[in-house]
């Protein structure tokens, strides 16, 4: 099991902005599927975006246009932007990685390795 590690979570006001990091160690990030998964109160856990080893993104429709994932390699670390914050998208935001290779990632696969998670809250 490798330990994910997020950062950047916070409380910011509706239409703000965040920028979520994960330290990735020991994954190749060039072959396997990474994700961020978050739990709003209440509910259970959701999809929000992967990107798979060859570049390939996808995201949960609701956040499309305001989130973007992207990674630095050479830093083994993925990043999650968030503008245009509602308070829908408060919750706990999870850093995954799966042993898995695939040509595109699925928003709610199973994964093997996660973070401890972070909380964003959006609200005025």
């Known amino acids: 099991q490798v330990q994910l590690v997020e950062s950047g979570g916070g409380s910011v006001q509706p239409g703000g902005s965040l920028r979520l990091s994960c330290a990735v160690p020991?994954?190749?990030?060039?072959?396997?599927?990474i994700g961020w998964l978050r739990q709003a109160p209440g509910k259970g856990r959701e999809g929000v975006s992967c990107?798979?080893?060859?570049?390939?993104?996808n995201y949960k429709d609701p956040v499309r246009g305001r989130i973007t994932l992207s990674r630095d390699t050479s830093k083994n670390t993925v990043y999650l932007q968030m503008n245009s914050l509602n308070p829908e998208d408060s919750g706990v935001y999870y850093c995954?990685?799966?042993?898995?290779?695939?040509?595109?990632?699925?928003?709610?696969?199973?994964?093997?390795?996660w973070g401890k998670g972070t909380h964003v809250t959006v609200s005025s």
């Open positions: 995954v990685a799966a042993n898995r290779q695939s040509s595109q990632c699925t928003l709610n696969g199973r994964y093997d390795h």
């Open positions: 990107i798979t080893g060859n570049g390939w993104i």
């Open positions: 020991r994954i190749n990030m060039r072959r396997d599927d």
